[in-house]
């Protein structure tokens, strides 16, 4: 088992462009979310889902938009890029709702 | 709304000296606290779920423990390996479902 992926690792954006960054898990979870950390702040989750066609949003959605057309694969798309998306994001997946969340690596994301 | 504290923010240990770490919290119904550990560039790793106040759990030298209010990690005769940061989360027992997240307490054991 790969785990919990993501993609890029690093990326710079300029002000407006937008992007999307990848998250796939092989573990057959059905609870998948992304979060961003920023410094001297704890994660904050942006959207999750419940299953492949269920989304919703955290606590910090604004600026995000996501899908979930399968389980394996929960996208983060960035419509407009700000300087204050510049964070380091992190995509997790459970088997549900009440199971121990399971961390990728993380994509660290730079808007200039 | 859900609210987690760690302190301290740093501590540094010698290796072998001993410490504990905190995390307090308030939460409507708690489901897990959660602890993981983050090295510098990586994602947040699973460490320990508790689910219920006097709930103990060990894995090598980390010993985590909860009451009503807070959890403690307690590190034992640490390494220099230990060195990286610790978070602590809550998860409610309703709603989202979603962990809330504590600053962490970034740990170095010096050799």
């Known amino acids: 088992n790969a785990g919990v992926t993501q993609t890029p690792k690093f990326q710079v954006l300029k002000t407006g462009q937008s992007m999307t960054l990848q998250c796939a898990q092989d573990?057959?979870?059905?609870?998948m979310s992304w979060y961003r950390q920023d410094p001297g702040m704890g994660l904050r989750l942006i959207h999750y889902?419940?299953?492949?066609?269920?989304?919703d949003q955290g606590e910090v959605p604004n600026g995000y938009n996501v899908s979930r057309s399968t389980t394996e694969d929960f996208p983060l798309r960035l419509l407009s890029a700000a300087p204050s998306q510049t964070s380091v994001y992190f995509c997790?997946?459970?088997?549900?709702?009440?199971?121990?969340?399971?961390f990728g690596p993380g994509t660290r994301l730079t808007v200039l | 709304e859900d609210q987690v504290t760690q302190s301290p923010e740093a501590l540094r240990l010698q290796e072998g000296e001993s410490s504990s770490l905190n995390c307090s919290y308030t939460?409507?119904?708690?489901?897990?606290l959660f602890w993981y550990r983050q090295d510098p560039g990586k994602g947040p790793e699973f460490l320990f779920t508790?689910?219920?106040a006097g709930e103990e759990k060990e894995k090598e030298r980390l010993k985590a423990t909860l009451t009503k209010k807070e959890s403690f990690l307690h590190i034992t005769a640490p390494k220099p390996e230990d060195s990286a940061t610790y978070l602590c989360?809550?998860?409610?027992?309703?709603?989202?479902?979603?962990?809330?997240f504590g600053s962490g307490t970034r740990l170095q054991v010096q050799p």
């Open positions: 997790a997946s459970s088997y549900d709702t009440t199971d121990t969340q399971y």
């Open positions: 573990m057959n979870h059905e609870y």
């Open positions: 889902s419940v299953g492949a066609g269920i989304t």
């Open positions: 939460v409507s119904g708690l489901r897990g």
């Open positions: 508790l689910y219920s």
């Open positions: 989360a809550v998860q409610a027992g309703t709603g989202r479902r979603a962990l809330t």
